[in-house]
């Protein structure tokens, strides 16, 4: 279990951290600037992670047995600029209070 969050938590930072130099570099190609090289570096980079934090989120999801509605919040974290922190921080305290004959039941 505690690789499942280890794993999750690494790939929303990466993802996070991408998602908001992905905005910043749509903020200088279709702002003032026109400058279009940020986005299109950080854009297809951000894509692929996003489908990686997609499975590992599923695989978190899966072991925990919480709600679809948990999968929903997560799995938007990834797609709001500066959600994912929030998000992974508190998936992150959740997942590790689980008691550990539930959580290793679900592996």
Do not use: C
Not at 29 to 55: E, S
């Amino acid at each position: 279990m505690e690789g499942a969050v280890t794993r999750y938590r690494i790939l929303a930072l990466v993802v996070g951290t991408l998602l908001v130099l992905l905005t910043i570099g749509m903020i200088l190609k279709y702002g003032p600037t026109d400058m279009p090289m940020l986005a299109g570096i950080v854009a297809p980079v951000h894509g692929f992670l996003y489908m990686v934090y997609l499975a590992a989120a599923y695989d978190l999801w899966r072991r925990t047995d919480w709600p679809l509605t948990r999968m929903v919040v997560i799995v938007l974290g990834g797609v709001v600029p500066l959600m994912t922190f929030f998000v992974e921080r508190r998936v992150v305290q959740e997942a590790r209070t689980l008691p550990p004959a539930k959580a290793e039941a679900n592996a």
